[in-house]
Nanobody
Framework: QVQLVESGGGLVQPGGSLRLSCAAPGRRFSVYGAVWYRQAPGKQREVVAKFTGSGITNYADSVKGRFTISRDNAGDTVYLQMNSLKPEDTAVYYC????????WGQGTQVTVSS
């Protein structure tokens, strides 16, 4: 089974930035779309950002204007640029295809703390 591999997380101070990556060679995010989720301790997994195969993007209200979802030209890697990070952005971040989801990866931990 093809597994999604998220990376780029870490510890960052409030106001800082991180760029997350999600790799799934040959899995054509450009066709199926992609979604970034996050799950904070004790909370349900929530959608952070997504794009459709036609390129329409959508963001959770809590991250609008701060986060940007994008993909590479090959459509194999999806990114989440996160700016102006806040402590409430602390969570494990996961990605998946919007349509025909794949097996979940391990996620990448993002911790925003001073």
């Amino acid at each position: 089974q093809v597994q999604l591999v998220e990376s780029g997380g870490g510890l960052v101070q409030p106001g800082g930035s991180l760029r997350l990556s999600c790799a799934a060679p040959g899995r054509r995010f450009s066709v199926y779309g992609a979604v970034w989720y996050r799950q904070a301790p004790g909370k349900q997994r929530e959608v952070v950002a997504k794009f459709t195969g036609s390129g329409i993007t959508n963001y959770a209200d809590s991250v609008k204007g701060r986060f940007t979802i994008s993909r590479d030209n090959a459509g194999d890697t999806v990114y989440l640029q996160m700016n102006s990070l806040k402590p409430e952005d602390t969570a494990v971040y996961y990605c998946n295809r919007l349509l025909s989801p794949l097996t979940w990866g391990q996620g990448t931990q993002v911790t925003v703390s001073s």
